[in-house]
């Protein structure tokens, strides 16, 4: 998959607010300077697109981007959405803000209708964090779909990533029977990024797959 061009559409302060749910989406989250804003600016090619900074809580609402993407193997052109969500965890804002941000998150990850996957970022750095393991159970009791993206990996040694990783799925093994698919990436090195374009271009073609069935079962 190419990404043809990536434009910034709308910030939603709820989910009803967000646009017409017409175009499969893939939304990105994480703690708070897990390299969110970076990890998807490397996805798209386009270091301004969204915002980075070193201040936790920049993102504050339901960040919506239209991406157009090209397939190579048949030069198929596809519409999707790319989401920025607010990041969990810590960030220098009053409680009753928090609380907000943590209601819209919920309502979007369970709401939206055109969701196809939520990439969950941990960073690759550190060792298992209780709060991202909470996130994901609970992601599992909503029944989400998710895969994770581990960040930062060039922050580190090689070894100590490949150690962290192993820890959290680990740790995540002992709630779950199947853990999720995963992926390492650098937003420096632009690891990774092949990979979770090739991720978003499958989900793309099943989802347009399950379209034509239910099409054809209405008819």
Known sequence: MNIHSATYVISS??????????????????????????????ICNNQKLAKTSGSPGKTQMINHFLIESLDEKNNKKTDWYLVDLPGYGYAKVAQGKRKQWIKMIENYIRKRENLLNLFVLVDSRHKPQEIDLE?????????????????????????????????????????????????????????GRKEILQFIEECNKEAAAQAVIAKEITR
């Open 13 to 42: 302060p709820k989910v009803e607010d967000c646009p017409k749910p017409d175009k499969p989406e893939y939304a990105f989250i994480g703690r708070s300077n897990v390299g969110k804003s970076s990890l998807i600016n490397m």
């Open 135 to 191: 996130f994901i159970n609970q992601l599992g009791e909503w029944k989400i779909p998710f895969t994770i993206v581990f960040t930062k990996a060039d922050k580190t040694t090689q070894k100590e990533v490949a150690a962290h990783v192993k820890s959290f799925l680990t740790a995540l093994g002992k709630s779950w029977q199947f853990l999720p698919q995963s992926f390492v990436s650098s937003a420096v090195k632009f690891r």
